[in-house]
């Protein structure tokens, strides 16, 4: 059993940054994968990025490459989203998940994934 809690939620303005956070329980998280994902209001929940349990490889969705950064700290039980140059399309719920995933098609997959936080709001005005 893992239990996900996220933090670093706000408000900013566009181009500014947010780091956001998960902290996981359980002995296991560094055998998971990470993953976030996003849901603006009317929308369907989306995938943002992930990482493998190791921290060594990492996947963007096109709409954040080059503007996000997903990383953990195993030691921490913890894993971090930095997020520059926010848009207003940014905002959204932003949620952390945790799945036993080792193959890079399914990174992206919601189903795939066991666990859910319960998802912190960030809010970008133009």
């Known amino acids: 059993q893992v239990q996900l809690v996220e933090s670093g939620g706000g408000l900013v303005q566009a181009g500014g940054s947010l780091r956001l956070s998960c902290a996981a329980s359980?002995?296991?998280?560094?055998?998971?994968?990470m993953g976030w994902f996003r849901q603006a209001p009317g929308k369907e929940r989306e995938f943002a990025t992930a990482i493998n349990w190791t921290g060594g490889t990492t996947y963007y969705a096109d709409s954040v490459k080059g503007r996000f950064t997903i990383s953990r700290d195993n030691a921490k039980n913890t894993v971090y989203l930095q997020m520059n140059s926010l848009k207003p399309e940014d905002t959204a719920v932003y949620y952390c998940?945790?799945?036993?995933?080792?193959?890079?098609?399914?990174?992206?997959?919601?189903?795939?994934?066991?666990?859910w936080g319960q998802g912190t709001q960030v809010t970008v005005s133009s």
């Open positions: 998940a945790a799945g036993l995933i080792s193959t890079a098609q399914a990174m992206g997959v919601q189903a795939v994934y066991d666990y």
């Open positions: 359980g002995r296991t998280f560094s055998s998971y994968a």
